[in-house]
T-cell receptor
Framework: GENVEQHPSTLSVQEGDSAVIKCTYS??????FPWYKQELGKGPQLIID?????GEKKDQRIAVTLNKTAKHFSLHITETQPEDSAVYFC?????????FGRGTSLIVHP | KAGVTQTPRYLIKTRGQQVTLSCSPI?????VSWYQQTPGQGLQFLFE???????NKGNFPGRFSGRQFSNSRSEMNVSTLELGDSALYLC??????????????FGPGTRLTVL
C-alpha cells in the first residue's frame, strides 16, 4: 500500500520567517495531494491541495510544490504568524482513500 | 452553511462494550468518510460511504462497522471495545462532482476513551 513520510515532526520558527514541510510518497499512482491544518481540539482543515497534473499551486502565503518523478511534495508558508501554529498533515490519495503523513507540529514564536 | 457535526464529542466506555458515533455531513454532501486518529498510528482511514453504500474500506477489523442513511447522515459502530480503540474518531464529508479525490471537510471528532 501507499506509504507517506513527513518531515520534520516539529518545526519552530520566528514570526515572519518561512516554514517548509516535506512529504514523500511511495505509490506512483497517487494523484491527489491535500494538506491539512489541525488546531487543538478541532478536526483537520484543508488548507491547500494539488493534483498530479500540476507542479505548483499558491494561495496567498501558502504554496505547495509537487515533484512526481521524485515522488515528493512540499508545503511552503511565508511570513509566518503566531496563528499559523498548529499540526500540519500531508496526504497522498489514489481514488477515495488518502494515506496521511504523521504530522508536523509548527510553532511560530512571536 | 453549517459544517460537519459529530456527536457525542466525548465518550468514555469500558472494555467489551460497544459504541455508536454519529456524523451529519454538510448539506448536499453525499460522501462520508471515517478516520481514526491516535498518537501512535496517526490518521487512518476506516471507511467511506456514498448513497448509503460502503464504497471503500480501510484495514480495520470487523468490529468496526458503519452505515449511511438516506439523508447522508452516517453512524459508525465499534463492538467489543478494546483499550487500543481509544482515539479521536473523525468524520469527513465531500461535495458532489469532480469525480475522485474530492476535497474533504472534517468534523471536530469524537474523543473515545476505553477504560
Amino acid at each position: 500500500g501507499e506509504n507517506v513520510e513527513q518531515h520534520p515532526s516539529t518545526l519552530s520558527v520566528q514570526e515572519g520567517d518561512s516554514a517548509v514541510i516535506k512529504c514523500t510518497y511511495s505509490d506512483s499512482a497517487s494523484n491527489y495531494f491535500p494538506w491539512y491544518k489541525q488546531e487543538l481540539g478541532k478536526g483537520p482543515q484543508l488548507i491547500i491541495d494539488i493534483r498530479s497534473n500540476v507542479g505548483e499551486k499558491k494561495d496567498q502565503r501558502i504554496a505547495v510544490t509537487l515533484n512526481k518523478t521524485a515522488k515528493h511534495f512540499s508545503l511552503h508558508i511565508t511570513e509566518t504568524q503566531p496563528e499559523d501554529s498548529a499540526v500540519y498533515f500531508c496526504a497522498a490519495s489514489k481514488g477515495y482513500i488518502p494515506t496521511f503523513g504523521r504530522g508536523t507540529s509548527l510553532i511560530v514564536h512571536p | 452553511k453549517a459544517g460537519v457535526t459529530q456527536t457525542p464529542r466525548y465518550l468514555i466506555k469500558t472494555r467489551g462494550q460497544q459504541v455508536t458515533l454519529s456524523c451529519s455531513p454538510i448539506s448536499g454532501h453525499r460522501s462520508v468518510s471515517w478516520y481514526q486518529q491516535t498518537p501512535g498510528q496517526g490518521l487512518q482511514f476506516l471507511f467511506e460511504y456514498f448513497s448509503e453504500t460502503q464504497r471503500n474500506k480501510g484495514n480495520f477489523p470487523g468490529r468496526f462497522s458503519g452505515r449511511q442513511f438516506s439523508n447522508s447522515r452516517s453512524e459508525m459502530n465499534v463492538s467489543t471495545l478494546e483499550l487500543g480503540d481509544s482515539a479521536l474518531y473523525l468524520c469527513a464529508s465531500s461535495p458532489p462532482g469532480r469525480g475522485e479525490n474530492n476535497e474533504q471537510f472534517f468534523g471536530p471528532g469524537t474523543r473515545l476513551t476505553v477504560l
